[in-house]
């Protein structure tokens, strides 16, 4: 079972002094971490990048298939979106403890 993400991140290209910052809106799903049982090996969380969209300016550009496959290939990139897939994890989990709190709170007043 996988859980599905979106993120937005910034992508710099640089060429003879030029600056050019896109930023990418990539939909990923993690799969969660499965541990070893006596039958079967324990599985990692892992990224499948399900799509890659590239905006400058809010207009969308093409994405020529070779860059969408190194960044869909890097594993640097994957590490960076687990990473914020467990950001976004954790402060739901902060999210819901705040408001199951509140509702206790105003149960017993």
Request: charged share 35%.
């Amino acid at each position: 079972m996988s859980t599905k993400y979106r993120a937005k991140t910034p992508l710099l290209i640089s060429a003879a002094g030029l600056d050019i910052e896109l930023d990418l809106h990539v939909e990923y799903s993690v799969s969660r971490y499965r541990a070893a049982t006596l039958t079967q090996p324990g599985e990692p969380r892992s990224v499948e990048i399900e799509e890659i969209r590239w905006l400058i300016e809010d207009a969308e550009l093409p994405l020529p298939d070779w860059i969408e496959r190194e960044i869909a290939d890097s594993e640097g990139f994957k590490a960076h979106l687990l990473q914020e897939a467990a950001d976004k994890d954790a402060a739901a989990a902060e999210d819901a403890a705040e408001a199951r709190r509140e509702r206790e709170w105003e149960e017993r007043a």
